[in-house]
């Protein structure tokens, strides 16, 4: 698994992936936390960062994909899949790597933007006035809901040879988990279950955990959620030997 996983992730840094979705994430998230003035905290006059932990979902949503695309699509699409399969690796070994890999690349997407609680935390009046809990709770969300996402663009991957298509495969999938329940349940269909049409998303366990209340339902729901996927992944990458 450690083999994989240093293979995948070095591969990412010995091309412009890793870079650009860095780049892209912070630059991002930067332009609408500071500049930007409908979003801007300056303007906004509050000494906290909502704007990264409501925002930051959507613009994970489009940039995992990016990197989870030739997880498997490129093995397949350049005949190293079964070049891989021959090693004395088991199925899980291989996607275990690659999830980890694609996993730690979100995470250190993640920590420059510590600077920006720092910087909140100095400019609040008095210094210090930010729900540093609540923050905590949604840096755990965000994390989670990365892992998520790499999950589900790993399985996207694994069902075809073409980046392209992984990559809008893994997107959609990745916004109808996110938000595409909490939209459900506000259907007139549900009358008393529209409260747990609601609980089946994402967004309203990662809405939970950005209150800093560390529930061990939300963390079990996310960890769950990417051992499916992973397991379905298992499956179809498995699926060569029927």
């Given at each position: 698994?450690?083999?994989?996983?240093?293979?995948?992730?070095?591969?990412?840094?010995?091309?412009?992936?890793?870079y650009m979705v860095v780049g892209v994430f912070l630059t991002g998230i930067g332009l609408l936390m500071w500049v930007f003035p409908e979003t801007s905290v300056l303007d906004y006059g509050y000494a906290d960062m909502d704007t990264l932990f409501s925002l930051g979902?959507?613009?994970?949503?489009?940039?995992?994909?990016?990197?989870?695309?030739?997880?498997?699509?490129?093995?397949?699409?350049?005949?190293?899949?079964?070049?891989?399969?021959?090693?004395?690796?088991?199925?899980?070994?291989?996607?275990?790597?690659?999830?980890?890999?694609?996993?730690?690349?979100?995470?250190?997407?993640?920590?420059?933007?510590?600077?920006?609680?720092?910087?909140?935390?100095?400019?609040?009046?008095?210094?210090?006035?930010?729900?540093?809990?609540?923050?905590?709770?949604?840096?755990?969300?965000?994390?989670?809901?990365?892992?998520?996402?790499?999950?589900?663009?790993?399985?996207?991957?694994?069902?075809?040879?073409?980046?392209?298509?992984?990559?809008?495969?893994?997107?959609?999938?990745?916004?109808?988990?996110?938000?595409?329940?909490?939209?459900?349940?506000?259907?007139?269909?549900?009358?008393?279950?529209?409260?747990?049409?609601?609980?089946?998303?994402?967004?309203?366990?990662?809405?939970?955990?950005?209150?800093?209340?560390?529930?061990?339902?939300?963390?079990?729901?996310?960890?769950?959620?990417?051992?499916?996927?992973?397991?379905?992944?298992?499956?179809?990458?498995?699926?060569?030997s029927w």
């Open positions: 698994m450690f083999h994989v996983l240093t293979k995948e992730f070095n591969s990412f840094l010995n091309s412009l992936i890793a979902p959507y613009v994970l949503i489009f940039l995992i994909p990016a990197i989870t695309m030739r997880s498997f699509a490129e093995e397949k699409k350049a005949g190293t899949m079964e070049l891989l399969i021959t090693k004395p690796l088991t199925d899980w070994n291989i996607i275990i790597g690659k999830y980890f890999a694609c996993f730690l690349l979100v995470i250190i997407a993640l920590i420059p933007t510590i600077i920006y609680y720092f910087s909140i935390y100095n400019l609040g009046n008095p210094v210090g006035n930010i729900d540093t809990p609540g923050i905590v709770g949604s840096y755990i969300g965000l994390a989670l809901l990365g892992g998520v996402f790499c999950a589900i663009g790993i399985l996207a991957s694994s069902l075809t040879p073409n980046q392209i298509v992984s990559f809008i495969v893994a997107a959609f999938l990745c916004f109808l988990m996110f938000t595409g329940f909490e939209s459900l349940s506000t259907l007139n269909l549900w009358s008393s279950n529209a409260l747990f049409i609601k609980q089946l998303g994402m967004l309203y366990h990662y809405d939970s955990l950005s209150k800093g209340l560390i529930d061990s339902r939300d963390i079990v729901y996310f960890l769950s959620i990417i051992a499916l996927m992973l397991l379905i992944t298992r499956i179809i990458v498995g699926a060569r």
